[in-house]
């Protein structure tokens, strides 16, 4: 049975943070890398997080800190990516250890930029990664909601199962349930796109569509979502589960999405730069539209969605005029 070892989680953000008290309930010791050292003399001092998730407490003694990735990378043997994607490259770059024979969970939902890859290809491209040693976490799992407990559903991908579901193990809780698949590619690219079909529902919100409306967009995108998944990588899959639909449903309904927000300000007439500013927090699916708009250019799949969402954040066109041509596009 493959043992998980020493867990470490890289990123300091709020999905990081309940990421972490899901596995130190569980294996009472983590190393935890944050590149801010005043926001981990704060929590030290505090016994919470200073910035994301303030309400969850956690055992200092249960958690080795530090502000060098290095260190924390050359001492354990699963890392746990939590950064926001655009950032990936810069952490990444101070990094001298190597990370072939880690294994390597990505929680992060969004593209690299510039690369136009999910964050599984990059590992293996770039740093050399097996396969078998990437794995992805996914699924509808607010981290506010983790935070308090609330039943949530989380999936493991990996091509290696024994991995997946030694990891799975490790997240299980009372309020955690997990199960495991080999489509780590596919629920990465999902991750993405729910991002962005959020967007969509936060600006046709903002425009004063109601529930009639929101309920014909999230169906007109899985179907979107089903037919890129196909066509980059065509294996048998129910994007019915979970960590697809699921997935999709909770960024595009919840008031926890932050994704949805930044789609109500530009539907409210926000321009980007200033919702940006006012959420003082990164909306993934604004990265995300561009790379998959790039990324759709090789692969001719029809997506109306992506296309308007596009649209509107990067050529500036009306959310009005935009949104009413998607209306007329569905049925």
């Known amino acids: 049975m493959f043992d998980c070892g020493k867990i470490a989680i890289i990123g300091g953000g709020s999905w990081a943070t309940a990421i972490a008290k899901i596995v130190v309930g569980h294996t009472h010791h983590i190393g935890w890398y944050m590149r801010r050292n005043d926001r981990i003399e704060d ?6 997080n200073p910035a994301y998730l303030v309400s969850v407490r956690f055992n200092i003694d249960e958690i080795e800190f530090s502000s060098d990735i290095n260190e924390i990378v050359q001492k354990y ?13 810069n952490h990444l770059r101070k990094l001298k250890v190597r990370l072939r024979d880690k294994f390597i969970i990505t929680a992060i939902k969004g593209i690299v930029p510039d690369e136009n890859v999910v964050c599984s290809e990059y590992f293996h491209q770039v740093y050399d990664v097996p396969y078998e040693n990437l794995a992805c976490l996914a699924g509808p799992s607010h981290a506010e909601e983790v935070a308090l407990e609330r039943l949530s559903y989380l999936t493991v991908g990996c091509s ?5 579901s030694a990891f799975a ?23 993405v796109l729910k991002n962005v079909y959020a967007i969509a529902a936060g600006i046709c919100s903002g425009l004063k ?12 995108a899985i179907q979107e979502m089903s037919r890129f998944l196909k066509s980059v990588l065509p294996i048998d899959r129910d994007v019915d589960d979970s960590a697809y639909l699921g997935d999709l449903l909770v960024t595009g309904y919840s ?19 200033s919702a940006q500013i006012e959420m003082e927090m990164i909306a993934e699916g604004y990265f995300g539209t561009k790379c998959m708009k790039e990324i759709n ?21 009306s959310p009005q005029v935009e949104i009413k041509l998607l209306t007329d596009s569905f049925r």
């Open 43 to 48: 929590f030290r001092r505090l016994g919470h």
């Open 77 to 89: 043997d699963t890392l746990v990516f939590v950064t926001p994607s655009p950032y990936l490259k």
């Open 160 to 164: 290696d199962r024994e991995k997946a």
């Open 169 to 191: 193990d490790i997240l299980r809780s009372n309020y955690i349930k997990t199960k495991t698949s080999d489509d780590v590619v596919g629920i990465e690219y999902s991750s």
């Open 209 to 220: 569509f109601g529930d009639n409306f929101q309920a014909v967009l999230m169906s007109n």
């Open 255 to 273: 008031n926890f999405s932050r994704n949805r927000v930044f789609g109500t300000m530009i539907g409210k007439g926000y321009s980007v730069k």
């Open 297 to 317: 250019r090789h692969s001719h799949v029809n997506m109306p969605i992506l296309d308007a969402v596009y649209n509107i954040l990067y050529e500036r066109i």
